[in-house]
């Protein structure tokens, strides 16, 4: 086990590069263990629709708390999950638990409201098994499958491991929808975006920073929002975090907006509440 605290633990880890295998797996044995230890939790953040500034869907973003590492952010251990094979475990876990928590929206009277879901190249390259797994989450939750979207970075459609593009197109046959996060920052080409059945892009978060005052990201965004209307996707931009910022992106057309102007991830717990304040008339048991 481990006595260090978390940012001496990752000071240790960092430095300490010959005793990286060591360290991985040790944190590696912290994952599969904080799965059943309920050390995991997740967090929604609303994406609103830029309009009408009602929620359309909600992003799962997974926490980790444990005893004595504290806090661990997604950012450090979701590529060493990825490494260490723990992600496929994880991400199902977080399937079922952000479909179920959807589920019971629908059921308090938010009918259209989608959850969407970060899901690694990895859970991907499990091919048919990876579809079984959404599969039976949607059943056992009983979540309308068009309820459901699937977040993948703009590399996945480059990955040349596994067949890839079918097991979307079995994904798309589910009903479930897909979109491309972080969305201009892998060079993927257009022609090869379009033979994927995407229905989102998110342009990624790099490009919306000071966009009134840069006039470079306001290029780039423009042309990201007019490919998705062209390719009939829809658009959102993450990461929003002034007025300003959103009133560049409405002028753009963008029609979903997320980001800690509208609101910071939420605790699930927080969730009814949020919705009920943005979606007067809805009834809650
Ligand atoms: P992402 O999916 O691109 O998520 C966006 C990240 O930006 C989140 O960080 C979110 O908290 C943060 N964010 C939201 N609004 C703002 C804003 O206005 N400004 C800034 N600067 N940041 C904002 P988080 O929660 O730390 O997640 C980081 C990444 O970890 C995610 O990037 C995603 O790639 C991955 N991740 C999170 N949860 C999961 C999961 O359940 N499964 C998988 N495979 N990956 C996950
Ligand atoms: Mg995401
Ligand atoms: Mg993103
Ligand atoms: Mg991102």
């Given at each position: 086990t481990c006595e260090f605290g978390y940012e001496k633990a990752w000071q240790y880890y960092e430095t300490k590069m010959e005793e990286t295998r060591y360290w991985k797996r040790q944190l590696g044995y912290h994952i599969t263990t904080g799965l059943t230890?309920?050390?995991?939790?997740?967090?929604?953040?609303?994406?609103?629709?830029?309009?009408?500034?009602?929620?359309?869907?909600?992003?799962?973003?997974?926490?980790?708390?444990?005893?004595?590492l504290g806090r661990v952010s997604p950012g450090r251990f979701i590529p060493l999950a990825e490494e260490l094979g723990s992600i496929v475990a994880l991400g199902r876990w977080v399937l079922m638990e952000s479909c179920s928590m959807a589920a019971s929206w629908k059921e308090a009277g938010h009918q259209n409201l989608i959850v969407s879901v970060n899901v690694s190249v990895k859970q991907l390259l499990e091919g048919k098994a990876f579809v079984q797994t959404v599969k039976e989450v949607l059943e056992e939750t009983g979540l309308p499958p068009s309820l459901l979207e699937l977040e993948i970075t703009e590399t996945v459609l480059m990955s040349k491991e596994g067949d890839i593009k079918k097991t979307l197109e079995q994904l798309e046959k589910l009903g479930v929808r897909l979109a491309i996060d972080d969305f201009g920052t892998g060079y993927s080409s257009l022609t090869h975006l379009n033979t994927?059945?995407?229905?989102?892009?998110?342009?990624?978060?790099?490009?919306?920073?000071?966009?009134?005052?840069?006039?470079?990201?306001?290029?780039?965004?423009?042309?990201?929002?007019?490919?998705?209307?062209?390719?009939?996707?829809?658009?959102?931009?993450?990461?929003?975090?002034?007025?300003?910022?959103?009133?560049?992106?409405?002028?753009?057309?963008?029609?979903?907006?997320?980001?800690?102007?509208?609101?910071?991830?939420?605790?699930?717990?927080?969730?009814?509440?949020?919705?009920?304040?943005?979606?007067?008339?809805?009834?809650?048991?």
């Open positions: 230890k309920n050390e995991f939790y997740l967090e929604y953040q609303p994406i609103v629709e830029a309009a009408s500034g009602r929620p359309l869907l909600m992003e799962a973003l997974i926490r980790w708390e444990h005893p004595t994927f059945p995407v229905h989102t892009l998110k342009i990624d978060k790099s490009f919306i920073q000071n966009l009134p005052h840069q006039e470079n990201n306001k290029a780039i965004v423009s042309s990201l929002v007019t490919l998705a209307g062209q390719l009939d996707l829809r658009s959102i931009a993450e990461g929003v975090e002034t007025a300003e910022e959103a009133a560049v992106l409405k002028e753009k057309q963008c029609q979903g907006l997320q980001g800690y102007y509208f609101s910071r991830p939420l605790p699930a717990f927080e969730v009814p509440a949020y919705l009920q304040r943005m979606n007067p008339g809805t009834t809650f048991p």
